[in-house]
């Protein structure tokens, strides 16, 4: 068990996306957690949607915390098959 919080933070309409929602997830002490434990936290709450992080480039990192930020995409929005390992693979 991780104590894991996954917070809305905002929603925001994109071009091509339509409303995407930036979500954090962190822990109470701002422990630092795997990527299992921030995929786990959002499924738990958002089983079935699609949702990216974003790298930024080193003049331009905030890092003071372990805060894991997600860019969540509308319920009916699927990645193309490139991007789908699980389609790409045929995997389930």
């Known amino acids: 068990m991780t104590n894991a919080l996954v917070q809305t933070v905002e ?53 003071d915390a372990h805060v894991y930020h997600l860019w969540m995409f509308p319920a009916e929005w699927s990645p193309p098959v490139c991007m789908n390992l699980a389609m790409k693979y045929q995997v389930g």
């Open 11 to 63: 929603t925001f309409h994109t071009a091509h996306c339509g409303p995407v929602t930036y979500l954090k997830v962190y822990t109470p002490d701002y422990r630092r957690l795997n990527w299992q434990q921030v995929w786990r936290t959002f499924a738990d709450v958002y089983p079935d949607r699609w949702a990216i992080e974003l790298y930024p480039p080193a003049e331009q990192l905030v890092d």
